[in-house]
């Protein structure tokens, strides 16, 4: 079977980023909500629907407050069960206990964080900042939490001042030796990564040390900019907060001559605010937006940048974000509000990484577990280790490029798929839908498939509910024998009107599990079989 989208490349019918003026159906609303949200459900899609495109995005870019993990095992001795460890200090003597079960806990808040639904981008958003600035475990759970809620707060605001916040928070000065750069020492690590993949980016080579956008004197210039920077509190005893703090002593104070790229401009010393100059200089340059506009493109819309594209729908987005002064949000409001992102073409173009498949499956059914704080985190945590065995590790992407599937081309999101991840696709889906899923406590984390069919359009009526989780799982129709094929599934291969009476008996008797059960059983199987078809894992 083959799962990847089309091999060759798409040509999308529009090309305008002009505002969408087209029909506002169940299909248009469905595929906005499957692009921003991860695992949108049955209600948010008539909701969407119903509110129309211009409120729907509106909503899409409000960004809610965010929560805290919590201590849930007896290693963190500084933190009550059920409290947050994010500002306590470590216990003395050994830290690892601690530190580990911080990150345990850390791991299980965000794995939460894809499977608990809400209304906003921010969530996907945040995904994409951090396979943006893929930094990994710094060592200190605090400081990645830190991390963690810098990208999320900053997620549809200004990338200037992200760029600028992520180049002195603790956990990008530890994974990339910031802390350990000095006047005597130079490092740069950061400084490479921060024209190379987080900035302006690496165009071809066109001479040694020359990449098109940047030398390797202005990396070498940068590290000496960004020289000073120290850590303080790591794993600290006494301490609640780990901080980033700037040792002029360990700072080149000189002047520092950029090249050409830059139009050879100096950066005067500034001592704490020199790094800050350096990235206004940067930033002067139209490679940013463009660099940052196409990775946004590649992540929202499809990884196939055509030709046509690149010379109609980027520049676009590019103005946009200049004359927004950096702010995402104008970004993805035109793009989710323009012809070009509504083009059949592009609908199912994307190959649905591990948290959008997994994770999805259990949001678009309001599944996340809501037992007590132990129970939650074991269960997050299983679906955790899924995700890692799935090549998607929420709090460790493999390398400071990020997840290979959104940046290694040509083959981009079709890189999720290979002949073992299909294998566990199908026994993790099997698992949490047909099987019993993952039992701790005596309590069972699955699908809750009497959630999904509950909240249907017509629940008794057996072509209804194929449709409506045709609408939510599928982005484009299938074909009607597919349909009918689910269907059989449904009602057992009786008539539908078995059905119906099925599904009513049980309304009727909804704690009763002799009438429940069957229904459950009925709609698991659906699931389990749509999640072994091709169009289930595009988006």
């Not at 999101?413 to 991840?421: A, I, V």
Request: proline share 6%; with cysteine.
């Amino acid at each position: 079977m083959d799962m990847n989208p089309e091999s060759n490349p798409i040509e999308p019918l529009s090309l305008s980023m002009a505002p969408y003026n087209g029909a506002w159906t169940q299909r248009e609303a469905a595929h906005l909500l499957r692009r921003a949200l991860i695992g949108p459900t049955f209600q948010q899609i008539q909701n969407a629907v119903s509110n129309g495109m211009n409120s729907t995005v509106s909503n899409l870019l409000t960004t809610p407050t965010i929560g805290v993990p919590l201590a849930y095992d007896s290693d963190d001795t500084e933190t009550n069960i059920g409290d947050t460890w994010i500002n306590n200090v470590y216990p003395q003597g050994d830290t690892n206990p601690a530190q580990n079960a911080r990150q345990r806990s850390l791991a299980a808040w965000l794995t939460e964080r894809q499977l608990t639904n809400n209304s906003s981008l921010a969530e996907k958003m945040s995904l994409f900042w951090q396979n943006h600035f893929a930094a990994r475990n710094s060592g200190d759970a605090r400081a990645d939490y830190d991390y963690f809620k810098l990208l999320y707060n900053s997620a549809l605001g200004n990338f200037k001042q992200l760029v600028k916040d992520i180049t002195v928070s603790p956990t990008m000065l530890i994974f990339l030796n910031g802390n350990s750069n000095t006047k005597n020492s130079p490092n740069e690590n950061y400084s490479r990564e921060l024209l190379e993949l987080y900035t302006i980016g690496k165009g071809p080579q066109i001479a040694p040390g020359d990449y098109t956008h940047y030398t390797e004197e202005d990396i070498a210039a940068g590290a000496k900019i960004l020289t000073g920077w120290r850590i303080a509190n790591f794993r600290s005893q006494t301490d609640p907060d780990v901080l980033a703090y700037f040792d002029a002593a360990k700072h080149d104070d000189n002047p520092k001559v950029l090249s050409s790229k830059f139009n050879s401009t100096v950066i005067q010393p500034n001592g704490a605010n020199e790094y800050s100059d350096y990235i206004e200089v940067i930033f002067q340059q139209d490679q940013v937006a463009r660099h940052i506009c196409k990775k946004i493109y590649r992540f929202f819309v499809n990884y196939d940048m055509t030709p046509e594209v690149e010379n109609n729908v980027i520049p676009v987005m590019v103005q946009t974000f200049k004359n927004a002064n950096y702010n995402i949000s104008p970004v993805m409001e035109l793009l989710f509000k323009s012809e070009h992102f509504y083009d059949l073409a592009l609908r199912g173009s994307q190959i649905k990484s591990p948290i959008e498949f997994l994770a999805g499956l259990f949001s678009s059914s309001a599944s996340h577990p809501v037992y007590d704080v132990e129970t939650k985190y074991k269960m997050n945590l299983n679906l955790y280790y899924r995700l890692n065995n799935l090549d998607q590790s929420i709090i460790a992407p493999p390398s400071v490029g990020g997840w290979p599937a959104y940046y290694q081309a040509p083959a981009y999101s079709k890189l999720w798929l290979n002949s073992t991840s299909i294998k566990n696709r199908f026994s993790y889906s099997d698992n949490y839908t047909i099987y019993n899923g993952y039992n701790f406590n005596s309590n069972r984390f699955k699908v809750k498939a009497l959630n999904i069919v509950n909240a249907l359009s017509i629940p008794n009526d057996a072509v209804s509910v194929i449709n409506d989780l045709c609408l939510i799982y599928f982005p484009k129709e299938i074909a009607q024998a597919d349909k009918d094929a689910l269907k059989s599934i449904l009602t057992n291969g009786l008539p539908d009107f078995e059905w119906t009476i099925q599904y009513n008996d049980y309304q009727n008797n909804p704690n009763d599990s002799t009438y429940s059960d069957p229904v459950r059983i009925r709609v698991e199987q659906v699931l389990g079989q749509m999640c072994k078809m091709a169009q289930f894992h595009t988006f």
